[in-house]
């Protein structure tokens, strides 16, 4: 009777160590899924203060306000849509294109932070 417990003891414990690898529940595959409100909000910020307004960019950090985010929003939307707004600040939103594939995410982004920060 001993040996038959020490036998279940033993597969038990062999079962604990050789189990199947699992993966989360309902999770397709690898990568951010959809963007939430709150990271959208950051990166849109993260790419703004990057690529938009800072020392060697188009804008310096002290320019960008509330009447120049509207300027930026209006020639960010100018610019999804194909065309320009015929403000200065067409070209900072050439700059935040330039080389890229994924410009209209970019713009998307820059656009939302701009309009959650400033209100518009």
Not at 6 to 11: C, I, K, P, T, Y
Not at 40 to 51: D, H, I, P
Not at 95 to 104: H, K, S, V, Y
């Amino acid at each position: 009777m001993k040996r038959w417990i020490l036998l279940a003891v033993a597969l038990t414990a062999g079962m604990g160590l050789f189990q199947a690898a699992v993966s989360a529940s309902g999770s397709i595959g690898p990568g951010p899924g959809k963007v939430s409100p709150r990271a959208a909000y950051s990166q849109g910020k993260a790419l703004t203060f990057r690529e938009l307004v800072c020392d060697t960019c188009p804008l310096r950090k002290g320019d960008l306000d509330r009447d120049r985010a509207r300027s930026l929003t209006a020639s960010l939307e100018a610019a999804y849509e194909g065309g320009g707004a015929g403000s200065p600040d067409d070209a900072a939103v050439q700059a935040l294109c330039a080389g890229t594939d994924d410009c209209n995410l970019k713009m998307e982004l820059v656009h939302y932070f701009l309009t959650r920060r400033y209100k518009l």
